[in-house]
């Protein structure tokens, strides 16, 4: 089963990617959110997702859906497990943040939750009764941890590659380290000012 894919875009439409990793190509379905992350990657810019492998009896074709971060891929695999919300509808649902679902849903909001693409009052107070109490993890993301599309300077590109190839993390978690870093201090640098300010931070995280 496909849980993270690494590689190269090489297509972009409105709901999916095409990307290229070990000489094949998998399409990828996105969510709104996610898709609207990717809005400056370019064909042939480097792409990481955390990937939900969705088939069934009823659904042979699989399909791949696609996240930034695996606790978005997790808060998913939640929202489908709504009576009436399958894989596909909340695709269409996620067009606004996973914090601000997960929030919605702790404080019974079912305003805030009808602003999700195809979801009505009935289903609001659905997710509201089936996910209440679960959500707490999920509504405490941090908006920069939300992997933004990095600008690889020499500098950011000099230490992704030391964090990828030589001390083992994936790329997705080393940019979004870097990016942590370079957000909170953004008159780094140096390599080393720089590693310093990523592992300062991962160690209060």
Same mark, same amino acid.
């Given at each position: 089963?496909?849980?993270?894919?690494?590689?190269?875009?090489?297509?972009?439409?409105?709901?999916?990617?095409?990307?290229? %990793?070990?000489? =094949?190509?998998?399409?990828? =379905?996105?969510?709104?959110?996610?898709?609207?992350? !990717?809005?400056?990657?370019?064909?042939?810019?480097? =792409?990481?997702?955390? &990937?939900?492998?969705?088939?069934?009896? +009823?659904?042979?074709?699989?399909?791949?859906?696609?996240?930034?971060?695996?606790?978005?891929?997790?808060? $998913?695999?939640?929202? &489908?497990?709504?009576?009436?919300?399958?894989?596909?509808?909340?695709?269409? *649902?996620?067009?606004?943040?996973?914090?601000?679902? *997960?929030?919605?849903?702790?404080?019974?909001?079912?305003?805030?939750?009808?602003?999700?693409?195809?979801?009505?009052?009935?289903?609001?107070?659905?997710?509201? %009764?089936?996910?209440?109490?679960?959500?707490?993890? $999920?509504? =405490?993301?941090?908006?920069?941890?939300?992997?933004?599309?990095?600008?690889?300077?020499? !500098?950011?590109?000099?230490?992704?590659?030391?964090?990828?190839?030589?001390?083992?993390?994936?790329?997705?978690?080393?940019?979004?380290?870097?990016?942590?870093?370079?957000? +909170?201090?953004? %008159?780094?640098g140096t390599p080393e000012e720089l590693f310093d300010e990523i592992y300062r931070g991962e160690e209060f995280a």
């Amino acid at each position: 089963m496909i849980g993270y894919i690494e590689g190269k875009l090489l297509k972009k439409e409105k709901e999916r990617v095409l990307i290229l %990793a070990n000489q =094949l190509g998998y399409e990828v =379905l996105l969510p709104a959110v996610v898709m609207e992350s !990717l809005g400056t990657k370019a064909i042939g810019d480097s =792409l990481e997702l955390y &990937i939900y492998y969705h088939q069934t009896e +009823r659904q042979p074709k699989p399909v791949l859906i696609g996240f930034n971060m695996e606790v978005e891929k997790e808060f $998913f695999q939640y929202f &489908i497990s709504v009576e009436d919300i399958g894989p596909m509808k909340a695709v269409k *649902a996620m067009n606004i943040p996973v914090r601000d679902i *997960a929030r919605a849903i702790e404080n019974g909001d079912v305003g805030a939750l009808r602003r999700l693409n195809g979801v009505g009052s009935r289903t609001a107070q659905k997710i509201v %009764a089936t996910l209440s109490g679960k959500m707490e993890k $999920f509504a =405490l993301i941090r908006k920069g941890e939300v992997p933004a599309v990095i600008p690889m300077s020499d !500098l950011g590109q000099l230490v992704l590659d030391v964090l990828t190839k030589q001390l083992g993390h994936k790329t997705a978690d080393a940019k979004r380290m870097i990016a942590g870093a370079m957000d +909170r201090n953004p %008159a780094i640098g140096t390599p080393e000012e720089l590693f310093d300010e990523i592992y300062r931070g991962e160690e209060f995280a």
